[in-house]
Structures are given as C-alpha cells and as structure tokens.
C-alpha cells in the first residue's frame, strides 16, 4: 500500500482582495508514485490548489484568508517556508519562460541547488544528474533563449528535478507546444515516474493523454472538485464533463453515442486503440464522401502568394518558394510544427513582413506598396495573446483604438463597437476594464477589436491555444458564422479536433514550403506524410483509419463516425 | 543585441581569466585617452584589428555597429576640421569672393584632432566589443561574486540580461499586434504625438513585464531562493600561471606607454 504524499483536509482560500473564495472546502489524498490530472475550466481553482502543495498559497501573498490543513510530505504547507518545501514539491509553472533564470542551460539547473548551499560537487553531479533524467544531455553550455518550446519545458523541468523532490507538480505544461514539444514532456514525465517513483500531478487540458498517462483525474468547479475517479470513470460522463468545459477524448464521445444508440461495449473503451475490443461487432458502412473543394470554386480570388520567400535579417530562412491563392468564402487552416513558416507566412498577409523574393496579393493590392494600416482594412489579424494588445482602461475604448486609426466617425465607431461586443457576446461589459476580464474574455475583447475594422479576410492566430473548452468552441463558431455570412477565414494551429471539426481546406507548411494543400479530408488522409513532420490528424480520423476508412473514406469527426457504423 | 552577446571559441583570449581581460580592457582605455597623436592611435587600432581575427570574430559583428555610429564619427571628424583653429590652413570651406572671407579654415591640426576622436570612439568599441564577445556572462557575474558583492545583486544582474530578448520579443509582438490595428508608429510627428502613438505599446509591455515579474517572484522562492545566506557559486573564476603573466604583461605595456607619454611623446605637440 503506497503512503500518501499528499493530504488535503477541507482546504479553503480566498485570495486578498477578492470577493469569492478561489477553493472552497478540498479533501484530497495524492499517493506517492501516483499520477494526478487536474482538469476544469479557466478560473476553477487549478492553479490555487497547485500552489497551495508548495506553500506559495497562502505565504506569498499577503493577506489572503485560508482554512483548512495541507500536508505534504510530512510538513504543513501552511508555514513551512516554500523554500524548505522546495526540497520536498517541485513546481513548473505555466509561463515556462518566467521560471528560467540562467543564460545558459547548466546555469539555469544549477540555481536551485546553489541555493540551498550545497556543495561545490554535488550540485555539478545533480546538473548531470537532472540534464540526463530530462533527456538533456549534451546542452550544458547551450543559451536558454536559444532553446525550443519543448526544450525550455523540459529545462523548466530539470530545474525542479535538481531539487531532488520527490513529487512534481506541473501546470499546464504544453500549452504552448507543438505536437514535438507535447510528446517530449509527456514521454519524459513517464520516464520520470518509472525511473524515480516521481509523483506527479499534472494541470492540463489534453484528455487523450490523460487517459494514456494518469491513473486518476480530478475535474474542478468553482473551487471544488466536482468529479474524481480514474480516467474510466470520469471520461464516460460526458454531459457532466461538457458542462464542467473539459473535452472528453474523441473515442469516448464516440462510445457513449453508441451506447445511446443501444449498443453495449465489453468495456467503456478511453484510449483509440481500445475501441475494436470494445465494441468488436460493430458492423462498418461504406460511405461516400470525397476530397471535394466545390462549394469554394469559381469564386473570386481574394489572396495570391507567388513564390514567397522570406529572410530574417538574421540570415534565417523562413519561407523557401510558397504558392498559394485563397479564393472568397473559404476556411483554410495553417499546419505545421512550430518553425515550419506558418507565422511568417501569415505576416505577409498583412505586410507586417515583406517578402524578399515573389509577392503576396491581397485582392489585387501588391503588399510591397501597401502599409500594414491599409491592408488592415481588408485583412484582420487577430494575435494569438490578447495581452499583447490590450492597452485601454475600458473594452469599449479599446475596440475603439482600430476605428480611431481608420478616422471614421463617431456615430459610425459607436455603432461599429455596439455590434462588436454584441457579436462576442460581451455586450454590456463596454465599461469593464479589460484587465479585470477573464483570460477567454480578454480574447474576445480583442477578437471584437478586430471585428469592428469589418475586414473581409479574418487571419487568427491560433484561435484555442490556452483556452478551455468552452473558450475554444465559442472562439471557433464564430468564425464559423462568419464564414457563413462571406467572410474568409484563414487559422494557424496546432489543434487538429478542431482541423477536422470546423475547416474546409488545409495546408502544411514544413521547413518553409508547401507540404501538402487540398481538402481537410484529403489532407487527413496522408497520413505518411503527416507524420514525417510530426502531425497527428485527430483521434477520431485514426480510429477510422483502423476500421478501414482510408483514402476519400477519411472520417473527421465524431457525427461523420456515428453514421457509418451500426447494426 | 550586439552587447553580452558572446560566441563562443578555444582561442587565448577566450581561455583567458575575466581578470587579465579587464586588465587589458582598461590598459587599452587608458593608452587611447592618453595618446593624442593620431598614429600612435591607429597602432592601437591595428593591434586590436589583428586580435579580432586572431580569436576569429567575423567583421560583420562590427560593420552593423559601425552603421550605426557612421554619422556620428563623421560629424565628429568634421566638426574637429572645421571649427579647430590650427595653423598650417589646407583650404577655406568659404573662399574670398569680392573682399568677402576666407571663412572657415580647414587646418591640418583641425583634421589630425578630429581623428584622435574617431580613433578613440573605434577604439571603445572595439575593445568593448571584443571583451563581451569573447567572455561568457557568467565569467563577469561570478567576478562581482568574487569582489563580495551581494548574492542577491548579482542575481538581479543576470535576470536582467535573461530577460532581455525575452522583452524584446514581447515588444515585437505588441507592435505587430498594434499595427494591425491600423497603427501608424512612423508617421507620427512631434513629441506629443509620440508619446501618443507610443502608449498602445507601452501599456500592455509594462503589464505583461508586471504579470511575469509575479510568476517569477513565485519560481524564485520556489526553486529555494533565499532557503540560506551562503548560496554556492556554480561558477568560480581561477587564475592560473599563464593568466598572472598575461596580468603582468598588459601592466607593463601600459607603464612603458604612460612613460613614453611622459616624456612626451605620442601626445600630438606634432600637430599643433
């Protein structure tokens, strides 16, 4: 019987200066050698309750009122100083970027250890040890800044292991990675678990890896834990898991449909590669689909790029010879691992970059000649993190700032901000303050800025990445309307559930040329070349694969499924 | 960046201890501020030229921060031309024309000052350049650790630099973001209208540098920051033989040097 690491008796906090407790009354046992997921939506209490493992809640911030007891380790987190129970928890916070100190990498690992006064020798044998454990070895001298996503993850990680702690707690650790980037911290937490019994407990959004690597999963609300169990248990109830905006695995929304249907599985299969041994009399349909594009045909071109290359100042070729024409009304999406060109192409959209060799079109424009304020008119760009552009101390002034700039007038600007905010759904918040708005709020305070420009071309980059569920689906049906009513959209990102779900046609990039273009279908089917550069199409399209849907017969999503197998 | 950036090699001076080369950083300081006499500059000059490409820094390194201080060095030189009242005149800028001038003389001292400067200015540079380019960062931190300088302050130093490109990319970002937006950062005029333009970028700079300065006030305590008062150094700096007589042999240079000026030479009375 393992020990428990972990103890959390009836745990409350409230924030200083807040008006709602962040946790309201956890119990919680996390055993030695176990992995924990934590799921929920943005704003359940995730973090709160990571920090509270290491002392962080409530010693850091002034204060705050907490109840409640954790102990972790033998020790009270309560007031045993975060730095003696930095021996005891290690903790990688979300912004992997704020969490490395050092210029080089075996600096970096070493800032730990040197902290707690150790010797000489032994913090130069726990950098070996830590590289090695992370799978770095050989980047001892390598500069932090120059490093991938993944690899300043894992760096994050060799930090924390240094300390020698026996549990790891990670918040949301791939977020900002790219399928490479999610494969190396997940194969090297397993790694970590069976090499040093690390207890680990994880914050994240992804549950097909959850279901592949935990063994247990607590789902947070509002500062409680609304479900707990195993992966089984918690990833067959559905309706439960939707309303709590945590997106169960593609094969499981695909059992519980069958078993709606009134067929009974073996067992309630979570990974895809259970899904024949549980239902093995499913009968399979042929289906006729296609690879076709026809509803986009013949219309109006509205982006030609003839053989766009593109370097950096600093001699980094990004785009090597990229043809591509979009005509009016489609939804094209932009894959690729992350350096494969998709930003840089997507830039030349607007004129944010020139190209150094061919030229872009934006219905006929030469972006050469065009300033990025002009193409704005025509093609909205809507950045990746909203921070990086909220400014005004009201969301009304802010989607304003675009309108200002186009010098319209100010009966035209406050009907275009009203039918704005009203479109994202924040309509009565005009005099909220957008720091005080919510991360999926904040997104759509600056979705709405751009809207308001009513450009015709929508470029979004990646429009889900750091959002729950519910962030990502209402952030993708609003394209979808407005692709509906003639608006191109045009998305980069590394999500393809929503690929399959939500796009017509797709494009991948790799190392700066068009690897494959046609229709999401067809694209999905070329799983060969796919993999070469490390994309996955979705798990419902590889489960299909397995059943034999191949080629046109390609499956993209969990309706499509449905209607092929049955009795 | 240009500054702290550092490229690693195998040569001498890249082996060398951080001491030597500050030694030798001021040594070559001192010579161009006591040297007035343009030749005795330019052999400095050379002598710095041969020690880049001797420890294999490419040139471009120093052509783009040329570009940069061109116009500088050449109102420099021509101001010294111009506005030095020397003796040997070579030319008047305004010529006599109907009992009106000379004005202006341009003199041989005007032009022979003026090049002190630029060699002084190429000097700087160059050396500054080629001591951060050769010498990792934590060599200079694990110095101000050596000089008993608080832990804490050096700490502050490295964390400032870390973050440095990490800022400039948030910078990049925000601009892009603004002037997708419509944006017009170039065509603004006048100070006010600057600073106005500039606010959509500042703003969400400043909030963004305030948010992470949080998550990294939080990973510093918790990777043990302050757990004692004697932190170890992971990086010691240790001379060996060869860096005291590298420390010794830059000294001598500079005496023999502020002794030749002593007795006067090198200090420009040529030319005045």
Known sequence: ?567 | MVFFEYIPGETIFHKMDVRPKITWFICIVVLAFVFWDPIYLTVIFASLMILSYAVKIPIVKFLSLMKILLIPLIFIVGYQAFFYQGKTIIFYLVPKIDGFGPFIAVTLEGIMLGFTFLFRILIMVMASSLLTLTTPIYHFIALLRKLRLPYQLAFVVTTAIRFIPVLERDALATIDAQKARGAKLEASKGFLQIIKAYVPIMIPMLIGAIRRSETLGMAMIARGFGATDRCTAFYEIKARKSDYFYTFLFLSVLAFSLYLSIISYGVGDRWQ
């Open chain 1, 1 to 567: 019987m393992p020990r428990k690491i972990i103890e959390v008796e009836n745990l409350w906090y409230k924030y200083p200066k807040s008006d709602r407790p962040a946790l309201c009354g956890i119990n919680l046992h996390v055993e030695e050698g176990e992995f924990l997921a934590i799921m929920g939506a943005t704003g359940s209490g995730k973090t709160t309750l990571c920090l509270s493992f290491n002392g962080l809640v409530p010693q850091y911030f002034e204060g705050g009122e907490y109840s409640g007891r954790v102990i972790v380790d033998g020790l009270p987190a309560f007031n045993t100083p975060t730095q003696k129970l930095a021996l005891h928890v290690g903790m990688v916070f979300q912004d992997f970027e704020s969490q490395i100190f050092g210029t080089i990498v075996e600096e970096d690992v070493a800032f730990g250890p040197s902290n707690l006064g150790l010797d000489k020798e032994e913090i130069i044998e726990r950098v070996s040890y830590s590289l090695s454990a992370l799978r770095l070895e050989g980047y001892e001298k390598r500069e932090t800044d120059a490093l991938s996503g993944g690899e300043k993850q894992r760096l994050a990680l060799a930090g924390v292991f240094a300390m020698k702690s026996k549990i790891l707690v990670l918040d949301e650790p791939t977020s900002q990675l790219d399928s490479v980037g999610k494969e190396e911290v997940f194969s090297t937490v397993a790694k970590l678990r069976k090499d040093y019994n690390t207890t680990i407990i994880m914050v994240e959004h992804r549950s097909e890896e959850i279901a592949k690597y935990a063994d247990r999963v607590i789902v947070m609300k509002d500062g409680k834990i609304a479900l707990e169990g195993s992966p089984r248990e918690v990833f067959n109830r559905i309706s439960d898991l939707l309303e709590l905006g945590v997106r169960p695995p593609q094969v499981c929304e695909l059992a519980l449909s069958l078993i709606k249907k009134g067929f009974s599985p073996k067992f309630f299969p979570i990974k895809e590669e259970d899904f024949r041994s549980a239902f093995p009399e499913m009968l399979i349909k042929k289906h006729h689909t296609n690879f076709d594009l026809s509803q986009d045909k013949g219309k109006e071109e509205v982006i030609t790029v003839e053989d766009l290359h593109h370097m950096y100042p600093n001699g980094v070729k990004a785009l090597n010879g990229v043809n591509l024409t979009v005509k009016r009304g489609e939804f094209l999406a932009i894959i690729g691992q992350n350096g494969s060109g998709k930003t840089t192409l997507a830039k030349h959209l607007i004129g944010l970059l020139k190209p150094t060799i061919g030229r872009v079109l934006i219905k006929g424009l030469d972006t050469r000649e065009q300033t990025t304020g002009k193409l704005a008119k025509i093609v909205g760009y809507v950045f990746q993190n909203p921070d990086h552009q909220i400014f005004a101390t009201s969301v009304k002034d802010e989607v304003t700032y675009g309108l200002k700039n186009l010098k319209l007038s100010k009966e035209e600007i406050s009907e275009r901000v009203s039918e704005a905010l009203k479109f994202v759904g924040l309509d009565g918040f005009e005099e909220h303050h957008p720091f005080l708005l919510k991360k999926g709020e904040r997104q759509r305070v600056a979705f709405a800025s751009i809207f308001a420009m009513k450009p015709e071309i929508f470029v979004v980059d990646e429009p889900t990445t750091g959002q729950d569920y519910l962030g990502s689906e209402s952030m993708m049906h609003m394209l979808s309307k407005l692709n509906e009513t003639g608006h191109t959209i045009i998305i980069i990102t590394h999500d393809m559930r929503i690929v399959g779900k939500y796009v017509r046609r797709a494009i991948v990039l790799d190392k700066g040329k068009i690897l494959l273009d046609g229709s999401t279908r067809q694209i999905f089917s070329e799983f060969d070349p796919l993999k070469r550069c490390f994309l996955l199409p979705p798990q419902i399209t590889r489960i299909g694969h397995e059943l034999g849907f191949k080629g046109e017969e390609t499956v993209l999503s969990v309706e499509e499924m449905l209607s092929r197998l049955g009795d």
